[in-house]
């Protein structure tokens, strides 16, 4: 049985990334990549489907965990009555290989401690065969299965054939160290030499921190952010450039329901939020390799651009249901791939020109690509800009004029306006104008509800739609518009549970999927920004409080929250979470500093 979602932490090499659990199991991990089929798949099952365990042998008195100071090297401290011991989980940055870490090191006393390794390739399809391999160096094992290959190189294993499990037991003094490591290697392929671990150890730390230093955080949740930002980098796929939306799948949205979804894919919704939230805290070389994957995505036909892609632009991810992983505590099904990437959503198309104006305020200078892609998408979006579409939330069911993509199409015509008026660049500003002026005509005659005093989820609607709280940002509307007002009053009335936003009322069925959700804690970030910017600095931190509260010992956030429950839900880390968490402690740095 997995723990629950909080009790995971992250470790990663920017290429992929495990989740260890505070009982000293990695229950997932993708090897080599983030959307690797998993060696680990325990989240989704239980021990049989695949997890890395070292532990205390003996009765646990005590246990806390950390990451080294802003890197993401896990250090967990283990008490048992005979002395006490930390492991260091990590995986090497820079190595171009896919290496783990496990490195246990004495503190008092002595520790014992036990291991046990069971290998499952493939979502736990395949199982391999282990060996001995005393050729590749030490105490080492490799096991096969297909294309895929493992070598661990550490204490003994022993095999436990009935249990299709190795084991070893191992104690630690004060002083002492043991190394663990294990490496993914290409089955065809000789097992890679094993590493220095001391030397790997002190460059991944240096690698973490030298890129830290750079990030220019606020005052006020401050800790918070600074993680944030660090969460950011390390779903980031170090060769390509792309981020996924979350290192896992299939984690619930709804406990024991359906509602599973793979999010190891890059969004280019999220990849714009990220370009803009790394360019406001300074991570300029970053952005422009944002940017540079960006424009890679986009390159081609605007007809054939996608809302998701995979981490090197794969296009084609098409969704598939596991039967090798039963799901997280039986939450079923298990997905790989994600349907929507077929759909239409309107409002990517702003969400990418106002990350791209963004980077050319902050003095990121076009080249010849980006303001031709940019052009060719202006084209598409002047030809589509009339289609119903399946909305932020990748609604399933039928397609609708939502409010909130009408609005951030007008975003997007008002982006490559600025761009000529403002920056000089080569367009039909005219038309351009005269689009925005007459969408935002429609969305003022069909998105508006008199009686409601707001506007709506979708044309026609009587609803609203948290993701409503972002016509102020994109600028559509001031935070204190009479209209921006009266929608932040009929959200707060409808979508408000136990205090914290939902997404938008799962029982109208508009969705057309069955089961509800817990509150998404990125429309609760959104509500701090509306807050701290239309004179409620109270309620914004009130909330912003509660929010942060919700991340665990080690600063990581899942996409929702039960409340009643009080966990985290959904998969995890995941990064709209957190690049909304930042965004909203900027909106209450902005308001303290210009109040004081």
């Given at each position: 049985?997995?723990?629950?979602?909080?009790?995971?932490?992250?470790?990663?090499?920017?290429?992929?990334?495990?989740?260890?659990?505070?009982?000293?199991?990695?229950?997932?991990?993708?090897?080599?990549r983030?959307?690797?089929?998993?060696?680990f798949?325990a989240?989704?099952?239980?021990?049989d489907?695949?997890?890395?365990?070292?532990?205390?042998?003996?009765?646990?008195?005590?246990t806390?965990?950390?990451?080294?100071?802003?890197?993401?090297?896990?250090?967990?401290?283990?008490?048992?009555?005979?002395?006490?011991a930390?492991?260091?989980?990590?995986?090497?940055?820079?190595?171009?290989?896919?290496?783990?870490?496990?490195?246990?090191?004495?503190?008092?006393?002595?520790?014992?401690?036990?291991?046990?390794?069971?290998?499952?390739f493939?979502?736990?399809?395949?199982?391999?065969?282990m060996?001995?391999?005393?050729?590749?160096?030490?105490?080492?094992?490799?096991?096969?299965?297909?294309?895929?290959?493992?070598?661990?190189?550490?204490?003994?294993l022993?095999?436990?054939?009935?249990s299709h499990?190795h084991g070893?037991?191992?104690?630690?003094?004060?002083?002492?160290?043991?190394?663990?490591?294990?490496?993914?290697?290409?089955?065809?392929?000789?097992?890679?030499?094993?590493?220095?671990?001391?030397?790997?150890?002190?460059?991944?730390?240096?690698?973490?921190?030298?890129?830290?230093?750079?990030?220019?955080?606020?005052?006020?949740y401050?800790?918070?952010?600074h993680?944030?930002?660090?969460?950011?980098?390390?779903?980031?796929?170090?060769?390509?450039g792309?981020?996924?939306?979350?290192?896992?799948?299939?984690?619930?949205e709804?406990?024991?329901?359906?509602?599973?979804?793979?999010?190891?894919?890059?969004w280019?919704?999220?990849?714009?939020?990220t370009?803009?939230?790394?360019?406001?805290?300074?991570?300029?070389?970053?952005?422009?390799?944002w940017?540079?994957?960006?424009?890679r995505?986009l390159?081609?036909d605007?007809n054939?651009?996608?809302?998701?892609?995979?981490?090197?632009?794969?296009?084609?991810?098409?969704?598939?249901?596991l039967?090798?992983?039963?799901?997280?505590?039986d939450?079923?099904?298990?997905?790989v791939?994600?349907?929507?990437f077929?759909q239409?959503?309107?409002?990517?198309?702003?969400?990418?020109?106002l990350?791209?104006?963004?980077?050319?305020?902050?003095?990121?200078?076009?080249?010849?690509?980006?303001?031709s892609?940019?052009?060719?998408?202006?084209?598409?979006v002047?030809?589509?800009?009339?289609?119903?579409?399946?909305?932020?939330?990748?609604?399933?069911?039928p397609?609708?004029?939502?409010?909130?993509?009408?609005?951030?199409?007008?975003?997007?015509?008002?982006?490559?306006?600025?761009?000529?008026?403002?920056?000089?660049?080569?367009?039909?500003?005219?038309?351009?104008?005269?689009?925005?002026?007459?969408?935002?005509?429609?969305?003022?005659?069909?998105g508006?509800?008199?009686?409601?005093?707001?506007?709506?989820?979708?044309?026609?609607s009587g609803?609203?739609?948290?993701s409503?709280?972002?016509?102020?940002?994109?600028?559509?509307?001031?935070?204190?518009?009479?209209?921006?007002?009266?929608?932040?009053?009929?959200?707060?009335?409808?979508?408000?549970?136990?205090?914290?936003?939902?997404?938008?009322?799962?029982?109208?069925?508009?969705d057309?999927l069955?089961?509800?959700?817990?509150?998404?804690?990125?429309?609760?970030?959104?509500?701090?920004?509306?807050?701290?910017?239309?004179?409620?600095?109270?309620d914004?931190i009130?909330?912003?409080?509660?929010?942060?509260?919700?991340?665990?010992?080690?600063?990581?956030?899942?996409?929702?929250?039960?409340?009643?429950?009080?966990?985290?839900?959904?998969?995890?880390?995941?990064?709209?979470?957190?690049?909304?968490?930042?965004?909203?402690a900027?909106?209450?740095?902005s308001?303290?500093?210009?109040?004081?």
């Open positions: 049985m997995p723990l629950n979602i909080e009790d995971y932490g992250l470790i990663g090499d920017g290429h992929t990334a495990a989740l260890v659990g505070n009982d000293g199991s990695i229950d997932w991990l993708c090897l080599p983030f959307d690797s089929a998993s060696t798949g989240l989704l099952g239980d021990e489907h695949g997890r890395w365990l070292v532990a205390p042998a003996g009765d646990i008195v005590s806390s965990r950390e990451y080294l100071e802003d890197t993401f090297i896990l250090v967990t401290h283990w008490e048992t009555s005979s002395g006490k930390d492991v260091t989980d990590f995986m090497p940055q820079g190595d171009r290989r896919a290496d783990i870490v496990r490195r246990i090191t004495g503190v008092e006393g002595t520790v014992d401690f036990r291991q046990e390794l069971r290998v499952r493939d979502y736990a399809a395949a199982l391999p065969w060996r001995q391999a005393p050729d590749a160096g030490g105490n080492a094992v490799i096991g096969v299965a297909g294309p895929d290959a493992i070598v661990i190189r550490g204490p003994q022993i095999a436990e054939p009935q499990a070893s037991q191992f104690t630690v003094k004060k002083g002492e160290s043991v190394d663990i490591v294990l490496t993914w290697f290409p089955s065809h392929r000789q097992a890679p030499e094993a590493i220095d671990v001391e030397a790997r150890l002190t460059h991944t730390k240096a690698w973490w921190r030298d890129w830290a230093k750079s990030c220019e955080a606020p005052e006020k401050n800790t918070q952010v993680r944030s930002l660090l969460v950011l980098r390390a779903l980031t796929h170090e060769d390509t792309g981020i996924v939306a979350a290192a896992t799948t299939s984690l619930p709804e406990f024991g329901g359906s509602r599973n979804w793979d999010y190891r894919y890059v280019l919704r999220d990849a714009s939020l370009l803009y939230v790394l360019i406001a805290h300074g991570f300029k070389n970053e952005a422009e390799a940017r540079g994957w960006l424009l995505a390159a081609g605007p054939d651009v996608q809302i998701m892609y995979g981490l090197a632009g794969e296009r084609r991810l098409t969704e598939w249901e039967t090798t992983l039963p799901g997280y505590a939450a079923a099904p298990v997905r791939g994600n349907g929507a077929v239409y959503q309107g409002d990517m198309f702003g969400e990418v020109m990350a791209l104006q963004r980077a050319r305020e902050a003095g990121i200078e076009e080249t010849d690509l980006s303001w892609l940019q052009r060719a998408l202006m084209q598409f002047e030809n589509n800009w009339k289609r119903a579409d399946n909305g932020i939330w990748e609604i399933r069911g397609k609708r004029h939502f409010t909130h993509s009408r609005v951030m199409l007008w975003a997007a015509f008002d982006c490559a306006v600025k761009a000529v008026r403002d920056f000089g660049m080569e367009g039909p500003v005219e038309r351009w104008e005269q689009l925005r002026e007459e969408l935002r005509a429609e969305i003022e005659l069909k508006w509800n008199s009686t409601l005093g707001s506007y709506t989820q979708y044309y026609g609803t609203v739609d948290a409503l709280l972002q016509l102020a940002q994109v600028g559509y509307l001031t935070p204190t518009d009479p209209r921006m007002l009266g929608t932040v009053a009929a959200i707060e009335a409808s979508l408000l549970r136990d205090g914290l936003l939902m997404r938008y009322l799962t029982e109208t069925g508009v057309g069955p089961g509800g959700e817990h509150p998404f804690l990125a429309c609760s970030f959104w509500l701090v920004e509306q807050y701290a910017h239309s004179g409620r600095l109270d914004a009130a909330l912003m409080d509660r929010l942060v509260g919700f991340a665990n010992d080690l600063g990581l956030l899942s996409e929702e929250y039960d409340v009643t429950g009080e966990r985290q839900a959904g998969n995890t880390p995941q990064a709209l979470s957190h690049l909304t968490l930042v965004r909203a900027d909106a209450i740095q308001e303290i500093s210009a109040a004081s």
